[in-house]
């Protein structure tokens, strides 16, 4: 059974900082999703990562995969407030479709 | 942008009641989902729906629960009785021929008292 772990649970830091959310997981699997949720709303996707070495950017968040370690990690590059959300990494399985979550991670940005 | 819709975006029951959750997905899209989100945990799959039948459904998707499709556009979660284990949100979501992404839904919050 495939299972999809983050760490931090929880993430507190200051504007301006760095750090990294890590997404490890059990299985083999070639596609990984990162996804943002805000408070009560839906899953907005940010990244998908389709093969191993894959490195995707968006503003201050980077995105990575390494297929062979199975672990993905996303980067925050001089966090801001609006980027206080949980982030979720998903790991899809070989053969189906079915998005498996990770335990999401709350991070709040500080002023 | 095409988008995917949930209708209602709240929904209140008393245990016991059937509830009908219902999601339009992207018009040209061809894979569906279900997953769920109770408050404060991860989401969860539910069940996936393909060539109108399902294709792959987890443990919590029991003989409470089933998918329909009952015409071109809308997808439908059935839940026969509610449990009060069912409180949760639930979202939609759809994928075209390419699968690579799933496109969700706002989300129903289904509130079993």
């Known amino acids: 059974e495939l299972k999809v772990e983050q760490n931090p649970l929880f993430l507190s830091m200051q504007e301006g900082k760095n750090y990294t959310i890590y997404c490890n997981y059990s299985?083999?699997?070639?596609?990984l999703y990162w996804y943002r949720q805000d408070p009560g709303k839906s899953l907005e996707s940010l990244f998908v990562?389709?093969?191993?070495?894959a490195v995707k950017q968006e503003g201050r968040l980077m995105a990575s995969l390494d297929t062979k370690a199975r672990l993905s990690t996303l980067h925050i590059t001089a966090a801001v407030h609006d980027l206080s959300a949980t982030y979720f990494c998903?790991?899809?399985?070989?053969?189906?479709?079915?998005?498996?979550f990770g335990t999401g991670t709350r991070l709040t940005i500080i002023p | 942008e095409p988008e995917v819709t949930q209708t209602p975006s709240h929904q209140v029951t008393q245990m016991g009641q059937e509830v009908i959750l219902r999601c339009v997905p992207i018009?040209?899209?061809?894979?569906f989902y279900w997953y769920r989100q109770i408050l404060g945990q991860k989401v969860e799959f539910l069940v996936s729906?393909?060539?109108?039948?399902?294709?792959?459904k987890s443990e919590i998707f029991d003989d409470q629960f089933s998918v329909e499709r009952p015409d071109g556009s809308n997808f439908t979660l059935k839940i026969r009785s509610t449990k009060l284990e069912d409180s949760a949100m639930y979202f939609c979501?759809?994928?075209?021929?390419?699968?690579?992404?799933?496109?969700f839904g706002p989300g129903t919050r289904l509130t079993v008292t």
């Open positions: 979501a759809s994928s075209g021929t390419e699968v690579y992404e799933q496109y």
């Open positions: 299985t083999t699997s070639d596609r």
């Open positions: 990562l389709l093969s191993n070495g």
């Open positions: 998903a790991v899809v399985n070989f053969g189906n479709e079915k998005l498996t």
């Open positions: 018009s040209n899209h061809l894979y």
């Open positions: 729906f393909y060539n109108n039948e399902i294709s792959e």
